[in-house]
């Protein structure tokens, strides 16, 4: 202890026991001398024995440790109550996971979404079909979209495939709804000015013929409001205008030169050939998918040889469905509710730019279509009249009946032996059909810078050209019936124009027969 | 008293250093049972130095509780180097004074008719037990001067002991 302490603090130590030997004997010796230390002594023993005194001691708490050890088990699990952290440990687990995921892989996402539309993408895959199956094509129509670049969807000729170009050169391919198809027998005009026999024509009809089921696979669409189109259409097209075109200058010799722009007679088969094979190195597996939600271009392999399998079971079936009395519905493509939301999609490596609208779906494409030089053909609707016009000109030259006895030798001379379509110096039809294709040409031409000047009148244009090609048809008809009208006086006078043939001319030619001659 | 008399005898326990250093050390170790035998060997004496402490029954239970839930908590963490009643004691004079401080805190802001009733000196008269005087006076205390009293005159601790428990 301090020896400053008072003794009066000395005095509580020692009652505490507090104090060391020596200071308990220093306290001591002085209490034995003071009687007021004594006194201090004995009040602070009984403030001692007051104060240990009035303890009352805390009863027990019986259930103290079992409160105790609930409270740390409680404490304990709050402690580690680790599930309300589990919502933000999970986020910032996830968090962390994908910022090193992303880091790694910065293409996850991208291929997560590629996953997801190809899932969707199989959604609209399903259960494709051949649009153009229901359309019954003809060989016509393929020649005429051959040619010109237009294809029927249904039978009713409602809807069409329309492949053209926009000003800008680049080509396009769209459906739309069909104001009116009226390219009739056009191939049977190209076989007749081709001149063709019956085993040629069975030819050019065979090779038509086979590009069916290929156009069939081009178009598809399904249950799902889905359209698939392959851009491989346009080459297609291409392809088939070029195997015509090898066909037409293998077989039709020199009718080919006449009814074939100059451009194209002058064509070799190389060339042609080249065509076809490029054609055909084009990935032919690819189309361009319109569904309700989206558009997109993706791989798909249509097997056209089970189609038509299927197609020959259900044959029957459809059949007795039609003697029923069945109508069956043809699929129409719904450009207004089905596709309203594309406004205008391009894809990302602008290999095609595809608009919609209530009217039509168009597919710009501008990698797709293979480096084949546009050709203008003749108008077939012209070649047709001019043969036929031609055809029926000459025909009433023939008499039709009897001989006419010339000369001495009562020579029967048979008008009957007169073919319509045949010979030298009587109707020049080359020439004709000749000067038709130069002036096509000039036609076409004009009509090509019309079109990229006036592309929204496009549709009227060929019809207002085709009513003045027939106008001027007309007045070259005219010109030719007057020439027939001088050649049949000609004939039916020899005598004024050939002094030798005096005796033949007295002969007399039945007036019925003058009457036929009338046209 | 035969041999076999005084084997059969239940052997006076006694408590040692050693016997709450290797409760400490088993609990340590994972025995996490041995906390219970700590727990009884202490308890009563927790509860009657915040009783003393707080000169009220009031909380008592509820401060010895936290008393013991802070042991639980930091005994892997004792370091040996003070007897572990040093360490408890002086937890629990820590807890006692946060009480007493929060108290004061609170009385502050509570109206006066909501005020916890203190033991007073107005409530002693003449038939009052003289042991409920010294009662009340020591309640009156400071803390600073009751603490060291209750420890002392009490609970029998050494000056040493509780200077070390208010942590002078």
Known sequence: MNKNYTDKELLSAYIDGELSLNEKKLIEDKIKTSLELQKELSDLKKIKELTSGSVDRISESPFFETRLFANINTQASNRFNYKKWIPIGSLTLVTLTLMVVLKVNPKLIDNIVEQQKSN??????????????????????????????????????????????????????????ASNISHASNLKSFVAALDLNEAEIEMIDSIIGSYSDQLSSLVLVNDKNSVAINPNIWNTRKVILADILAFAKRFA?????????????ELDNKTIMKWV?????????????????????????????????QMENVKDELAELKEQGVELKEFRINF???????????????????????????VNVQDFAINIPEIDFPDFDSIAIIINEATKNIYPVIPPSGSVVVGKNNYNYNFNSVKPRNKKGEVSLDSVMHQRNTENELKNNEQKKKYQNQVKTGPDFNDSLMLKQNEELKKEMDNLKKELQKFRQDFTKPNESDSGQSKKSKQKVNPVDTDEIEI | MNYEQKENMEQPKILTLDDDFSLIKRFIDGDEAVFAELVKRH??????????????????????????????????????????????????????????RKRNVRRIFLPLSEEEKEPVL???????????????????????????????????????????????
Not at chain 1, 277 to 295: C, E, G, H, L, R
Not at chain 2, 62 to 82: G, M, N, P
């Open chain 1, 120 to 177: 969707l993408a199989g959604f609209y895959k399903e259960n494709l079909q051949p649009l153009l199956y229901a359309a019954d094509l003809t060989n016509e129509d393929i020649f005429n979209f051959a040619v010109y670049q237009e294809l029927p969807l249904d039978s009713a000729n409602q809807q069409i495939l329309k492949l053209g170009f926009d000003p800008a050169g680049t080509e396009f391919f769209e459906i739309k709804n």
């Open chain 1, 253 to 265: 010799g020199q009718n080919y030169s006449k009814i074939l722009p100059t451009e194209v007679a």
């Open chain 1, 277 to 309: 094979s490029d054609a055909k190195s084009v990935k032919a597996n690819q189309y361009i998918f319109f569904t309700p939600d989206s558009i997109f271009e993706d791989d798909f392999v249509f097997d056209m040889d089970e189609f038509k399998e």
């Open chain 1, 336 to 362: 207004d509710s089905a596709y309203g939301n594309h406004k205008r999609n391009t894809d990302k490596s602008k290999r095609y730019e595809i608009s919609v609208n209530k009217d039509q779906i168009k």
């Open chain 2, 43 to 100: 308890k009563e004496k927790v509860r009657n130095i915040v009783y003393l402490t707080l000169s009220s029954s009031n909380s008592v239970d509820d401060i010895a509780q936290e008393v013991f839930i802070t042991v639980y908590r930091h005994l892997k963490s004792f370091r040996f180097e003070s007897q572990f009643t040093t360490w408890i004691y002086r937890i629990t004079i820590n807890k006692c004074k946060d009480h007493l």
């Open chain 2, 122 to 168: 107005e409530s002693i008269n003449e038939d009052s037990d003289i042991k409920e005087i010294v009662r009340s006076a020591i309640a009156t205390l400071p803390d600073k001067l009751k603490i060291p009293l209750v420890l002392k005159d009490l609970e029998g601790f050494s000056y040493q002991e509780i200077a070390v428990y208010n942590g002078m």
